[in-house]
């Protein structure tokens, strides 16, 4: 965000504030633009791109709570931006509005030029400090999106884009990647942040439980239902709701589900009226939904419902600056307080950036609190070892045609444990050569960090053994 200089807005035909502000401002400090009405400064104001530091109201008709909203909505999307209100378009407005939004002022009847003019340096000067202060903090924001396990690929302004747009998202990641997380900020960087946020596992429960879950039933739809329930999507009016794992879900929900997000209403079970909603709808899933389609299992017409937006989270194995950072809060987090943080020796951490995490930042976070039970770096390194062992192995113990014995069946792991060794060590070894033995390009070439690499080598003995090489060619 630019704040060096900033733009004061003026809303509204008023040529003498106009003439005031021009002069008063003229040392080029601050901008001014004027926009004639509301939809168009909304439009600009809107734009998380924008350099606004006042918006200042005058002489423009305001409608009570739908325009409430909107101002609650700049303020979400800027919120160091000062928003002045005259009193002529104020009357209409809730008496409490300043309680209830910090960054909205109305400036008093009685002011003189003079005094509005001081009003609005004094907002600027307020944003100025705001701004610089969202500035300074927005490493540490995504920071926290990546602590969270989302990835800092999505910046702070994608999040607010997404989450002002107000429009259906569909998630796509491995289990464990932090979907529901990525959700949870999309909402809260949406005008919905301060209302229902909530969340149902289509895969966790019966078709018929989901069906009832979402859109509740009256009393005797069916046995047991002794009196009225409402459903998610009435319970969430206003606010969003996370469909976790949408591609388990019944294909008959599936059109049940259309029609919402078509209509804006649902049937509650038993009943014959139809109840509005107006809810967001967010979609998670791990399934590759364009296979589900060909398979028959989901529909069509509601995938590109759900897929106005598309957000596809990156597995760990492909975040590995994130893994070390992440660990360490998740250590934190889950430790007592008064207890000593364990320490994650090199071997460990190298052990951590080698290990390829099936079960990303969930599995991530279990395994530091595995570590903070055992308080041993040397019982968790051993235990992702083994792991990476047994990964390394499935690829040849897939290709081996033929069934081993049971009663050789120690001997054939070791075998093939032997063959898992020979044929990375052989990997190493070509990139090396491949490379007139750049240990740096080589590590680029085979996509591991250099010092993964540089472990690997001293694993196999490889540098130990170019060493080796040149010394006898040299005597």
Not at 182 to 190: D, F, G, I, P
Not at 219 to 226: D, E, L, N, S
Not at 273 to 291: E, F, I, Q, S
Not at 294 to 317: A, C, K, M, W
Request: overall charge neutral; glycine content about 6%; some cysteine.
């Amino acid at each position: 965000m630019k704040i060096m200089s900033g733009e004061i807005v003026l809303v509204g035909e008023n040529r003498d504030v106009h003439a005031c502000l021009s002069q008063a401002f003229a040392d080029g400090q601050y901008s001014l633009l004027s926009m004639k009405n509301i939809p168009d400064a909304m439009t600009y104001l809107r734009d998380p791109g924008c350099i606004a530091l006042v918006a200042l109201f005058c002489n423009v008709t305001m409608r009570r709570e739908q325009d409430f909203t909107v101002l609650s909505a700049l303020s979400t999307i800027h919120p160091h931006l000062q928003i002045l209100l005259l009193p002529e378009n104020a009357k209409s407005l809730p008496s409490d509005l300043p309680v209830r939004n910090g960054n909205i002022r109305m400036i008093q009847k009685s002011a003189s030029l003079d005094g509005m003019i001081e009003a609005v340096q004094h907002a600027a000067n307020t944003a100025r400090i705001l701004a610089e202060k969202a500035q300074q903090e927005e490493g540490t924001a995504d920071t926290e999106d990546s602590i969270s396990g989302i990835s800092p690929l999505f910046s702070t302004p994608f999040l607010t884009r997404v989450g002002m747009a107000d429009v259906p998202v569909l998630l796509h990641g491995e289990t464990g990647v932090g979907k529901e997380v990525m959700a949870r900020r999309l909402c809260a960087y949406s005008p919905r942040a301060h209302k229902p946020f909530l969340k149902l596992n289509c895969a966790a429960l019966p078709s018929e439980l989901v069906e009832s879950e979402l859109f509740g039933y009256e009393k005797g739809a069916f046995t047991g239902a002794v009196i009225d329930k409402p459903g998610k999507f009435e319970i969430a009016q206003g606010g969003t709701i996370l469909l976790d794992e949408i591609g388990d879900m019944d294909v008959r929900l599936q059109a049940k589900l259309l029609q919402v997000l078509q209509d804006g209403e649902i049937q509650p079970l038993g009943s014959n009226k139809t109840v509005k909603v107006n809810v967001r709808v967010l979609a998670a899933t791990h399934r590759d939904l364009r296979r589900a389609i060909e398979q028959g299992t989901f529909r069509e017409d509601l995938y590109y419902r759900l897929n106005v937006i598309s957000i596809t989270i990156p597995p760990l194995r492909e975040r590995k600056s994130e893994i070390m950072p992440l660990a360490e809060v998740l250590l934190c987090r889950h430790m007592r307080p008064g207890a000593v943080m364990p320490v994650i020796t090199e071997e460990l951490r190298q052990a951590m950036l080698e290990y390829n995490w099936p079960g990303n930042v969930r599995e991530l976070e279990n395994i530091m609190r595995r570590f903070l039970v055992y308080q041993n770096a040397s019982m968790l390194m051993d235990e992702l070892t083994q792991a990476i062992g047994n990964s390394a192995q499935k690829p040849i113990a897939a290709a081996t045609p033929h069934r081993v014995p049971f009663s050789d069946n120690n001997s054939s792991i070791d075998r093939l444990a032997e063959q898992s060794r020979q044929a990375e060590s052989k990997l190493l070894l070509e990139a090396l050569e491949a490379t007139r033995w750049n240990r740096r390009q080589a590590a680029a070439r085979l996509n591991l960090e250099y010092r993964a690499f540089l472990y690997k080598l001293q694993k196999y003995g490889i540098a130990d053994k170019k060493e080796k090489d040149e010394a006898h060619y040299s005597s």
